[in-house]
């Protein structure tokens, strides 16, 4: 079992940035998933989720109205599209199974 994000990188406030997580050695329609966060010296954070067939969706305050989750599963692939980013958006990316699997993350830096 093995999931790995991409998409990362730095951009300015008010940017956008897609990340991707693809899994390997399991159907990925076979589990809700989630993303969560982890900024500079604070714990994973919580911050979406989508259900099997991705007709349930759910997003902390902090990102709701910015942030949308959708899935792929012919293409075993989660997404977090991220708009009007903020700095304190800063963190490293992580998609996550129910199991609490996680990849490496992704790094995501919101400065100008």
């Known amino acids: 079992v093995q999931l790995l994000e991409s998409g990362g990188g730095l951009v300015q406030p008010g940017g956008s940035l897609n990340l991707s997580c693809v899994a390997s050695?399991?159907?990925?329609?076979?589990?809700?998933m989630s993303w969560v966060r982890q900024a500079p010296g604070k714990g994973l954070e919580w911050i979406s989720d989508?259900?099997?067939?991705?007709?349930?969706?759910r997003y902390a305050d902090s990102v709701e109205g910015r942030f949308t989750i959708s899935r792929n599963n012919a293409k075993n692939t989660l997404y977090l599209q991220m708009n009007s980013l903020k700095p304190e958006d800063t963190a490293v990316y992580y998609c996550?199974?129910?199991?609490?699997?996680r990849g490496q993350g992704t790094q995501v830096t919101v400065s100008p």
């Open positions: 989508i259900s099997l067939g991705g007709g349930v969706i």
């Open positions: 996550q199974t129910p199991t609490d699997i």
């Open positions: 050695g399991f159907r990925l329609s076979n589990y809700a």
